[in-house]
């Protein structure tokens, strides 16, 4: 009796589940903006790179939401973490040579890897976020690696600063010059060259060092904490 | 003069990383190159202060890449060895954690031989202190740390020992 009442409901599911898929046409296009921008991306913006066309170009506000998210998630981070009152560094045992020499010598390597992913944001896979990312892990690295080697807050404060402001200012030079908030107003040069794509390469350079300094300043916070 | 000879060295690694990174000669990434691997070797260089880089000279770069091959085969050789400790029914291990000594006296230098051998599967490296090294091995074989050194890594010192003379 209860295999029965198994397999009906069973059945049942799988026939719902059927109907909702049925519906959906898989491997067709879609929508026509996803035909517009696979189409239209490389000759309109300059950006090799389709997803990084639409994410600072036909989508750069939203872009600027995102960076907007981070910043107030470090601002309430280091809210919260600033009201705790005991500030106790537990017992740190001292890293191995091994992991203190390799990160002394690999650091500068992930720096400028980072600063590579968000240059080419508009040629190659990747992009200021994913740089930034890069850059801040680099600094975890190197808490681990010689714990006593802090970041000066105030200066990675400072840059952070300073690329949320070129972010906005260059969306809004847009409007002086003639268009819209994040107007392309910079020529587009030849694609697949690492001056072209207009301003993206510029927002993806102020976005990289913001995510970076806001991510490696969330780390130290956190270590300060610990 | 040391940070300057630091600063000059790391430049030319990053932009010889850079050079792989982009594989290209277009003026505008060289140009990028340049500037992104002055600003980093700019800040970052002071760590290099005392990690004992050896001096350039076209022998070193010969046997550099001599190292490389080398650790090409032992790691080839070292995965046959374990695969077969592996996949053997009655599976031969004999694992131990031995103590062997180093004559390498720069930081790098030791590294480098700890992840080589940490690189070739069968033995790992848990940690440096001093001249000494731990080694956790699959088959521990031989008498005496001297000849267990000449076995983990006998080849690999001798040459880096050419490097960072």
Redesign the interface.
Known sequence: MRKIFSLIILIILALGVYICISEIPFGKPGTAVGNYYIEKGIEETGAVNIVTSIVLNYRGFDTLGEVTILFLASLGLGAILATVQNKTRGVITPP???LT??C??L???I???G??IF??GHLTPGGGFQGGAIIASGFLLRYLG?PQKRIRQSSFVAIESLGGIAFIIIGLLGFTAGGFFLFNFLPKGVAN???SAGIIPLIYIAIGLKVGAEMAGIIDTLIEES | MEKFRNFIYLFILLMLVWLALTSSLEPQKLAAGVIISLGVSLFTSAGYLGLGLPSPGIRKIAYSILYLIVLLIEIIKANFDVAYRVLHPKMPIKPGIVVIKTKLKQDIAKVILANSITLTPGTFTLDIQGDNLLIHWIYVKGEGWEERAQIICGKFERILRIIFE
């Open positions: 191995s040579l091994i020499t390799a002394r010598f650091f500068p390597f720096l400028m890897f600063a590579y240059l080419h010689c060259t690492l001056l």
